[in-house]
């Protein structure tokens, strides 16, 4: 099997070390991390985020230290505007003053064309896009399709923000509710090259979208790299569970491009099916159910996600990945998932102000 390059996009929220609050100091904060890692740091949206961008890599060992570091030198930039990243789908408490969208032409008609699309107060929200390539735009479009019925089970690995506006949303996924109310968010359509071509330029003709890199479907072609990019993941601040996700991704795109060369037929999924997933997902994460990507039945999650090993189990043995995803699995079968951990450390006193802490000390953790 050829063996696949992987990549990984992390959004942080900035936060006050004092109050824990959402804060807007992420221009200085990108000024002095692009002094160490110049474009893999950027900007976002909100002046209270700050995105980081992995190079593409074939090793999961190296893509862990990549994260790791790229993790460290923004902790570090953050340290002198007495502030702190934090990967978490939402901000646990929110800001103090209304956020300011970030300074760029481009971010600020955004702002003005889709002003009742987000709020300043409780509407940031923070993903990790997941990478994998090198695919051409045809490639990319046919993987997507075949990938479609298992990302339900990825974005409930990945749930980790079921905090917002200072209470439990009672999802595990807050951020999977509040991102869809941008345009495009959601499931992408069965198209070929030219059937996308012409898509996305009626989507951006008639002002639905403001330009091709708005396209948010939950699979994607990218618009900067040769690759197709994963979105339906909150940020993780556990970095073991972003390398197992990358891992899954890159396994289970080896083995449907194969399928795909061989000519299988595609699953067909209803769309009802597959939004229903997606809503499963969000609410319950790995606690509850979910719908299998086969025969359409309601199954345990964590059930799910053996169907998904399996289903990659070749691709991983074919990339030396299989001990690190199933020890990471362990794990997250032991201490829970990312929305799990943020509910435990709730629970131990009460505070919100303890969920940021423990995930900020595990953002950085190495």
């Known amino acids: 099997m050829k063996i696949l390059t992987m990549g990984v996009e992390e959004e942080f929220v900035l936060v006050d070390r004092s109050s824990r609050a ?10 002095a991390a692009a002094e160490v890692l110049g474009e893999q ?9 700050v995105e980081t961008t ?7 060992r190296d893509l862990r230290e990549e994260l790791v570091w790229l993790r460290g030198v923004v902790t570090e930039a953050a340290r002198t505007e007495n502030c702190l990243p934090v990967a978490s789908g939402t901000s646990v408490i929110p800001p103090e003053a209304p956020l300011t969208v970030t300074d760029t032409d481009r971010y600020q008609r955004m702002a003005r064309r889709f002003a009742t699309r ?5 509407g940031l929200v923070c993903g990790c896009h997941l990478h994998v390539g090198t695919l051409d735009r045809d490639r ?18 990945m749930s980790n923000s079921p905090f917002a506006r ?7 996924s807050w951020r999977s509710v509040e991102y869809a109310s941008w345009p495009t968010v959601g499931p992408a359509p069965d198209l070929d090259e030219a059937g996308y071509l012409s898509h996305v330029a009626e989507l951006v003709r008639t002002g639905t979208l403001m330009d091709r890199r708005m396209l948010y479907w939950h699979a994607r072609p990218s618009e900067h ?5 994963i979105r339906v993941g909150d940020a993780n601040a556990d970095v073991g569970t972003v390398v197992m996700l990358a891992a899954l991704v890159r396994a289970l795109a080896t083995v449907l491009l194969a399928e795909e060369a061989e000519g299988r037929p595609v699953p067909r999924v209803p769309l009802r099916r597959l939004l229903l997933a997606h809503e499963l997902a969000a609410w319950h994460g790995l606690s509850g159910y979910g719908i299998d990507p086969c025969t359409g039945r309601e199954r345990p999650a964590v059930d799910l996600v053996e169907g998904l090993l399996r289903r990659t189990r070749p691709a991983l043995d074919a990339a030396g990945d299989t001990e690190r995803v199933l020890r990471q699995w362990d794990r997250l079968q032991t201490h829970g998932g990312g929305a799990t951990r943020q509910r435990t450390a709730f629970r131990r006193h009460g505070r919100l102000t303890d969920v940021v802490d423990s995930l900020a000390r595990l953002t950085v953790a190495s």
């Open 166 to 172: 200072r209470r439990d949303t009672g999802f595990d």
């Open 140 to 157: 990319a479009l046919a993987l997507s399709r075949r990938m479609a019925p298992w990302l339900p089970v990825l974005q409930a690995l």
């Open 22 to 31: 959402a804060v807007g100091r992420a221009p200085r904060v990108i000024a």
């Open 118 to 122: 987000f709020s300043p107060v409780d």
């Open 41 to 49: 740091v950027q900007k976002e949206f909100f002046n209270a985020q």
């Open 54 to 60: 992995s190079r593409p890599t074939a090793s999961c």
């Open 225 to 229: 790299v040769p690759t197709l990019e």
